[in-house]
């Protein structure tokens, strides 16, 4: 899941959302839901990533997003779940495959799941 907040951190360390996304952090409830299926996962840290390419030579905080690497367990292919974060709604998201194919769950959502992110690995 990747928190699209654009908060200036040091890429790689430990992270929360930031405003408006402060109630993203470890231990809130990331919960998927389709029909009568309801998964629930709790966050993990985590972990500020680049959002951009640019040089920013030696400074030591730059803009990030906060990924937060989970590992759902149960969701069916092609199927639309609304998520939603410690009761705030965060949209729809459509699993595709396990095999690394389906784009990350985003807050904001991403408008075309088919844009290619600069955030590294998913």
């Given amino acids: 899941m990747l928190v699209r907040d654009a908060h ?3 890429a790689g360390e430990a992270c929360s959302g930031a405003r408006p996304y ?3 952090h470890r231990g809130s409830e990331l919960v998927l839901e389709h029909d009568d299926e309801r998964i629930a996962i709790e966050l993990p840290d985590g972990e500020a990533v680049r959002i951009d390419n640019l040089d920013y030579g030696a400074a030591p905080r730059i803009p990030t997003a ?3 690497r989970i590992e759902p367990q149960g969701l069916a292919t092609d199927v ?3 998520a939603s974060i410690d ?3 965060a949209g729809t998201y459509r699993y595709r495959s396990a ?3 389906t784009p ?3 807050v ?3 408008a075309d799941p088919g844009v290619i992110l600069e955030t590294g690995d998913r």
């Fill in 80 to 82: 639309e779940y609304a």
């Fill in 108 to 110: 904001p959502p991403i």
């Fill in 99 to 101: 095999d690394g194919d």
């Fill in 104 to 106: 990350p769950l985003a």
């Fill in 8 to 10: 200036l951190r040091v």
């Fill in 66 to 68: 906060c990924r937060f």
């Fill in 87 to 89: 009761g705030h709604d």
């Fill in 22 to 24: 402060q109630y993203i």
